[in-house]
């Protein structure tokens, strides 16, 4: 079941361990009396066994002990120096020497079952799925109790018997433990078999078993009747439609996604439960008259049975029953199976039934599947995602929506899985009356998780409300400033369009084109959902606005009309006004609140989420000085880090900052502003880096190791050693 593989379901569980003697009958050549050593972690499923495995091509050691052998994996003998101490190894041989030979089974129980094949069981088969790494090499089979179990029994014939209910309690066919819970009977079990000289060895096993995700208690495997869907037959179709879906993260599509795809199986869809949807099958209740009936609709029902259902529910479904019109006799009766839905089954059908569809809302349907947008976390490649693609493949040969987000997993400070259950996260109240609700949105959207990335969340909030004075803080600073001034003033600010542009100071024009860049960033990854992405563009923006444009611009602000002239003044309020108003509106659906309020503050208009999405091209269009002033701004950066570093403080002037770097000469008409910010008094640019710096290679073995494997540490020497070469593209290459 696709259930066992969403995450949380793999828990760690102790159980016993238990290496039991199989006594072979005897052969033909047998010196003494021989037993196979098999190993199990479910001794509650050996009164079910009816088969041993070994694999046909691994080496099987015989050893003599206490006047009897043991057959075991000539790798497993370590694992067994103890109990083998006394014994003396007499031989090996293959495990297909093995296949065919027959053994007495540990239990009566099945030994005289009338069933069908029970004449095939209790000998040695060959598998495939056998080896020494775990265990004897010699695997115990239970065909009601595991999946491998069963194929290599019906393959050789064998039957499967089951003597386990739904409440997971054996039943009369196993009478010493009728009525026992199966995990309880592992300790009478194992008794028992002590007391008959069975067990070999007795241990404690550690290990990663399936839970249900929901309760935490430990699953059995055990073999129940279902209704499937055949999934097999469409899963090429499947595939197919996978590649029409946009991922993010992309790897999804044929990565996590694409690869289960293309394993997938049959689907069980029917589970034995009383609350759920029924399943809308009939069957006679008498074989020697087989009939099924599947309906799709009321109508069809109220055809067959005469009544108008309202309650589409057990135990009303269940009442409805008719005469088998197959049964000439007329004694037979239509009853609907017992069985309900799986949940999964309806999640998949999300898409048209949330509109009752083909009942109704037809056209409406058809016009808006698939759908546009669909967002989860990564284990819904094994749930959601999965069980609406195998039904939109099936019933309309298309993938059930164009885009998902597939994002990763929020964690605890443990790396445990948020929980309800566990209730191991900040309260959810509590973040949003003390920090608010745009910060941890601001806080999710633009961290790793977006890319399918985990993501821990410590429990006091302290990481979102970093989100506060990293984002929301200088947003709200930069609004700040301009409401005080442009209210001290009178001024009432404008937008400035990419024609009133051209005439405006410098800084002005940058900070102009920095929100074209901005809005047109925004807007090209929303448009490829890809929201990190669009956070990381207000990020930088915010950045380039309060520690540059404003910073640098406040004398303009602050200064009076006839100082620095009314036309300048008004230009450095029409153009933080303008910035402003277009973040607002572009970076809306990320702060939401925040930026509502900011922008009603700015505009008086109802909301920013009732605007138009702000057009990039109306905004003046000038890369080169944004590339430029950004270079620029780098340089001041670096230099001041480098004051920083050799306790050169800022008021003492230098007289010279050289710039290195291919771009370097493009920095010639900003010398000085960079002048004035790092206080130097000349600034000299080159292309000529090798004069003013030494190249080193810094290998991130993280990223490259990888991809390189066993050259990773070669690699890392080359580059210690200066063993490499620069390349006119950027990349570099090593001489050896």
């Excluded at 497993?76 to 065919?100: I, N, Q």
């Excluded at 065909?143 to 018997?161: L, N, R």
């Excluded at 985990?454 to 301009?482: C, M, Q, T």
């Amino acid at each position: 079941n696709h259930e066992t593989r969403l995450d949380d379901a793999y828990r760690e569980r102790q159980d016993p361990a238990l290496t039991v003697r199989f006594e072979l009958v005897p052969a033909t050549g047998d010196a003494a009396p021989t037993d196979l050593l098999a190993w199990t972690t479910t001794p509650w499923t050996l009164p079910s066994n009816l088969a041993l495995a070994v694999g046909a091509d691994i080496e099987y050691a015989v050893f003599e002990l206490a006047g009897r052998r043991v057959i075991l994996g000539a790798e497993a003998v370590a694992k067994y120096a103890s109990e083998l101490a006394d014994a003396t190894r007499v031989g090996s041989l293959r495990g297909a020497e093995l296949v065919g030979r027959r053994y007495r089974p540990l239990f009566p129980f099945f030994e005289r079952s009338e069933l069908a094949g029970m004449e095939n069981a209790f000998q040695v088969l060959a598998a495939e799925f056998v080896n020494t790494e775990e265990g004897t090499g010699v695997v115990h089979l239970a065909p009601g109790f595991g999946e491998d179990d069963m194929d290599a029994c019906a393959a050789a014939g064998i039957p499967v018997v089951c003597p386990v209910d739904d409440a997971g309690l054996f039943t009369g066919e196993v009478a010493p433990w009728a009525g026992v819970q199966v995990f309880d009977a592992n300790r009478p079990i194992a008794r028992e078999l002590r007391e008959r000289g069975r067990v070999f060895k007795h241990e404690t096993y550690v290990h990663n078993y399936p839970h249900c995700w929901r309760t935490d208690t430990p699953l059995i495997y055990r073999a129940v009747d279902s209704w499937y869907v055949k999934v097999s037959a469409i899963r090429d179709r499947m595939v197919a439609a996978n590649q029409q879906i946009q991922w993010i993260p992309e790897h999804v599509r044929d990565g996590l996604f694409g690869k289960w795809l293309e394993g997938a199986r049959d689907w069980s869809i029917s589970r034995n439960r009383f609350w759920g949807t029924p399943i809308t099958v009939w069957k006679s209740d008498d074989p020697e008259h087989p009939r099924i009936d599947v309906y799709g609709s009321l109508d069809e029902l109220e055809r067959d049975f005469g009544v108008r259902l309202d309650d589409l529910h057990r135990p009303t479904v269940d009442a409805l029953t008719r005469p088998n019109p197959d049964d000439p006799t007329g004694k037979s009766t239509m009853r609907r199976v017992t069985d309900v839905l799986d949940c999964w089954f309806e999640s998949g059908s999300m898409p048209y039934a949330q509109v009752h569809y083909p009942f109704e809302n037809k056209e409406w349907f058809e016009h808006h599947f698939p759908a546009d947008f669909i967002t989860e976390y990564t284990a819904q490649t094994r749930g959601w995602f999965y069980v609406m693609t195998v039904l939109a493949v099936a019933l309309f040969d298309r993938p059930p929506f164009r885009n998902c987000i597939c994002h990763g997993v929020i964690q605890a400070e443990d790396g445990k899985k948020l929980s309800k259950r566990l209730r191991n996260y900040p309260d959810i109240d509590d973040v949003f009356e003390r920090i608010g609700s745009d910060a941890l949105r601001w806080y999710l959207v633009s961290s790793p998780i977006m890319k399918g990335g985990d993501l821990k969340i410590d429990h006091e909030g302290k990481a979102i409300a970093e989100s506060v004075r990293l984002v929301l803080n200088p947003i709200w600073n930069a609004y700040s400033f301009f409401c005080l001034y442009a209210n001290t003033d009178g001024v009432r600010a404008k937008l400035v369009g990419a024609d009133d542009a051209r005439e405006l100071p410098l800084l002005d024009r940058y900070v102009l084109a920095k929100t074209r860049a901005l809005v047109a960033g925004i807007e090209r990854d929303l448009d490829a959902y890809d929201i990190a992405a669009a956070c990381a563009h207000v990020s930088s923006f915010i950045d380039a606005l309060n520690n540059w444009y404003i910073r640098r611009s406040r004398y303009r602000f602050w200064a009076n009309a006839d100082e620095v002239g009314a036309a300048a003044k008004q230009a450095a309020y029409d153009t933080l006004y303008t910035a402003l108003v277009m973040l607002c509106r572009a970076a809306a659906p990320l702060l939401p609140l925040t930026l509502e309020e900011i922008h009603r503050g700015l505009t008086g208009e109802e909301s920013v989420h009732l605007c138009d999405w702000p057009d990039a091209a109306a905004l003046p269009d000038d890369p080169a000085l944004v590339r430029a002033m950004d270079d620029a701004r780098d340089v001041c950066s670096a230099a001041l880090a480098l004051r920083a570093a050799k306790n050169v403080r800022v008021r003492q002037p230098l007289a010279k900052l050289t710039v290195a770097g291919p771009r370097a000469a493009a920095l010639a008409p900003y010398a000085e502003l960079i002048a004035d910010e790092v206080n130097v008094k000349r600034v000299e640019t080159t292309a000529d880096v090798e004069a003013f710096a030494t190249l080193r290679l810094k290998v991130n073995a993280r990223a490259v190791g990888p991809r390189l494997g066993g050259e990773t540490k070669r690699v890392i020497a080359a580059a210690k050693q200066g063993d490499w070469r620069a390349r006119s593209d950027g990349r570099v290459e090593g001489s050896t």
